[in-house]
């Protein structure tokens, strides 16, 4: 698998972030990214573009759900633990801006997002949700 044209690496490796450093993990608890590696690395098989690194609140978690992608409950055959507010989570950067657009964007981690994410959103927009 190439990640390289994408802004991959796996735990920040080449990869950078938005603001042109390298790449930051997201989360090992839990573990988030595409490729489970703690960062919102990406690549060929990544067709979603999870690369925005985004801390979960209760109304983005409800949005999602609403929107068919639950976040909350848990899939113990996916070692997936189940989000709640607080959690860092590699988002799709479309279902961030969907998100944006509706007024519930949850706050991003620029560090930790990944310079892919440009492709879909504004730094401006990013900027405006910044925990960092």
Known sequence: MDRS???GGGRGGFARNVRGG???ECSLDPVTGFYRDGCCSTGDDDH???VVCAVMDAAF??????RGND???????????GLKP?????????????????????????????EAALAY????????????
Not at 61 to 66: D, H, N
Request: charged share 15%; net charge neutral; hydrophobic share 50%.
């Open 5 to 7: 044209g994408f802004g």
């Open 22 to 24: 390298v790449l930051a």
């Open 48 to 50: 979603g573009r999870h």
């Open 61 to 66: 978690l409800a949005f999602s759900v609403a």
């Open 71 to 81: 976040l909350v409950t848990p899939v113990p055959a996916y070692q997936f633990p």
């Open 86 to 114: 607080g959690d860092r989570w590699c988002l799709c950067a479309l279902r961030w801006r969907e998100a944006s657009a509706a007024g519930v964007a949850p706050k991003v981690v620029l560090s930790a997002t990944n």
């Open 121 to 132: 959103v504004t730094l401006a927009d990013l900027e405006a949700h910044a925990l960092d």
